[in-house]
């Protein structure tokens, strides 16, 4: 028999870990949660960290479930729908796979009851930012369950056209590893210029926090809210005006291109 408050999580990676960890932290039993993942050393980790069932293959644990939540990675997601799907038929399905598209995932789990998901690592601080895109067979309510669990990673949105999900995965997906990349660097001439290693770290962390929620907590512009710290001929202006010479700007928005590209592939790729 189907119970709507049990969840099973096909794969249970780093997006699983911040998921499960955001549903117990706002109460959900331990108990109400199995994992499916094949690696006996992660499957421990997840015992002793959440206190879940954490088996090597779908059986009767997930069989139960109402919803099952795909955190497996896209070359690995037929494969896994091949083995889990007989158990899980009648659930309703949230993948958070980059690139896999749910025309592909409805043929490989025979229904129509799939959410795709593309969210991002600050999820396991509770931080993180997800869109999300629902087939036709999905009703209100499902989607209301789907945003319930979202939320315990962080914000969320919906997506009308399933296509809208590469440039997702190319913006907010990815986005994490831009961020960090930026960080690297910020931290990198800290030190050259004579900061220590914690000191830079800390100066650029807190920086790239601080305007963030700068930016959040404005409905101004961000060209605008650039502009505000940009004094003609100050040290803001040469900075600004050394990347525009190098073209940092096109670059990055050519880079983010890129990971669309690729998340587009990725559903060519292993979605047959």
Known sequence: MMDNSRIAFIGGGNMASAIVGGLIRQGLAPAQIAVVEPFAQARERLRQQFGVTAEEQAGAAV???GLVVWAVKPQTFKEAAAQAGPHVRQAL???VAA???????????????????????????GKGMTALFARAGVTAAEKAR?????ATTGEFLWVDAEKQLDAVTALSGSGPAYVFYFLEA????????????????????????????????SEEPLQLLRERVTSKGGTTYAALTSMEQAQVKAAFVRALHAACKRAEELGDEFGR
């Open 63 to 65: 069989a139960s479930c």
């Open 93 to 95: 399905h949230l993948s």
């Open 99 to 125: 690139g896999i598209r749910s025309d592909s995932i409805a043929a490989w789990l025979g229904s129509e009851r799939v959410v795709r998901a593309m969210p991002n690592t600050p999820a396991l601080v």
């Open 146 to 150: 789907v945003e319930q669990v979202i």
């Open 186 to 217: 910020m931290t990198q001439a800290g030190e050259e210029m004579g900061l220590g290693a914690e000191q830079a770290r800390r100066l650029a962390v807190g920086t790239f926090a601080g305007a963030s929620e700068l930016a959040r907590a």
